[in-house]
């Protein structure tokens, strides 16, 4: 159809899918949407487009998930490479991983020129420079391939800062010093703010060359109370602890991990650190506007509560600065009657709300943050700051009973 549309999860000449169908399954799997799609797309890989690989699996001859390994491998091959993998491997039986990297190699070289001689370009531009996730002590690693006269010359000025850090009093070692380093030299790169002041957040910024810091500071009416620091809703199903404590930890909205109180104060004292600390904002807080263009205000109290799309199991985030978005989805539809404010506001990526709006996944708003999803088939799911639960009872498969 012209919205639920067929998608292609498997490789050439396999069938493509029910969009709307796929998401359904996947949620009564308990897989997330992206890796329940590739689940998926390895089993159609093998039963259209290697029908011997499959046949070893039904016999049990092959392990299934050294077949879901395979179909990742063949996926992106034409139709006739497809078969010429499969051909081999019934005609060797098992191979190595090493070998059956060598075997389609040869598939795409024998059925693919075109193909092969892009990919002998492209690993001539295989340059990068990444960073892991924030590990719990505020640390990442990073990745790596440079050019070589860029590695000579970016190894040359670590080595000299450390030496003239350790000429200063820097007692720390010397790939210590070297890693720190590696933080002034970005440092000096970062450019200079202008101060302003946010005339609808009441945001003053202050600046000076160097990192930048955003604290949301959130406060509710249990702050004082309890252990509750605002960040996510009082969860319902919990028992209250007897004895609170005051919460260490803090949340990194960029990549949404947690980080220690500890770790934020040592980033805050780093020197020519701009500090913008933002008007206390009260997630709970609830007043609407009387428009359907939703304000800056409101969504930023519906992001800092979700964080990422309520659909079960999907993760995308609601920061734009990860790369990815989320719409913000009237619960009840502004034309017939909901407000525009965060009791009413949902955070969906683009592929959930398209289903929430054309087929018939829906959802109820529990309490602020939680959610209760009921699939085209009547499947129940609660979704909440912890994550997706499935609430129906496990279905037999055996159709007699």
Request: proline share 7%.
């Amino acid at each position: 159809g012209v919205i639920d549309t067929g998608v292609p999860i498997a490789g050439d000449g396999a069938p493509l899918v029910s969009e709307f169908h796929l998401m359904e399954l996947i949620a009564v799997l308990g897989r997330s949407p992206d890796g329940g799609r590739a689940y998926v797309g390895r089993i159609i890989e093998c039963a259209w487009r290697l029908p011997n690989l499959y046949a070893a699996v039904v016999e049990g001859r092959l392990a299934p998930w050294r077949a879901e390994r395979i179909a990742d491998l063949t996926r992106s091959l034409n139709a006739e490479a497809a078969a010429f993998v499969d051909r081999q491997l019934a005609a060797v039986g098992g191979v190595g991983w090493a070998q059956l990297d060598r075997l389609v190699t040869e598939a795409i070289l024998r059925f693919d020129p075109e193909r092969a001689e892009q990919e002998r370009q492209a690993a001539a531009d295989r340059r990068h420079f990444d960073f892991d996730d924030i590990d719990s002590n505020g640390q990442v690693e990073s990745h790596s391939l440079l050019d070589a006269a860029d590695a000579h010359d970016l190894d040359q000025a670590l080595t000299r800062r450390a030496i003239v850090r350790g000429k200063l009093g820097d007692t720390d070692s010397f790939d210590v010093r070297r890693s720190k380093s590696a933080g002034d030299l970005a440092r000096q790169d970062l450019s200079l703010d202008l101060l302003f002041a946010d005339e609808e957040t009441g945001e003053v910024i202050a600046t000076s060359p160097g990192r930048k810091v955003v604290l949301n500071v959130h406060i509710t009416d249990t702050t004082l109370n309890d252990d509750e620091t605002g960040n996510e809703p009082e969860n319902p199903f919990a028992k209250p602890d007897p004895n609170p404590v005051a919460n260490p930890v803090g949340r990194w909205a960029d990549k949404q991990v947690p980080i220690s109180t500890a770790q934020i104060k040592e980033w805050l004292r780093a020197r020519d650190t701009t500090v913008i600390v933002r008007p206390i904002i009260d997630l709970a807080d609830c007043v609407p506007v009387d428009s359907y263009e939703i304000p800056d205000r409101i969504r930023q109290r519906v992001q800092l509560r979700d964080h990422s799309c309520r659909f079960p199991g999907c993760g995308v985030s609601t920061s734009s600065t990860t790369g990815h978005s989320c719409d913000l989805d009237h619960a009840q539809p502004h034309g017939q009657g909901g407000v525009t404010c965060p009791c009413n506001l949902v955070p969906l990526c683009r592929r959930h709300h398209r289903a929430k709006t054309f087929s018939r996944w829906r959802y109820l708003i529990v309490l602020p943050g939680y959610y209760l999803w009921t699939s085209p088939n009547s499947r129940h799911f609660l979704v909440g700051p912890d994550g997706t639960r499935a609430l129906d009872p496990p279905r037999t498969v055996d159709p007699d009973e």
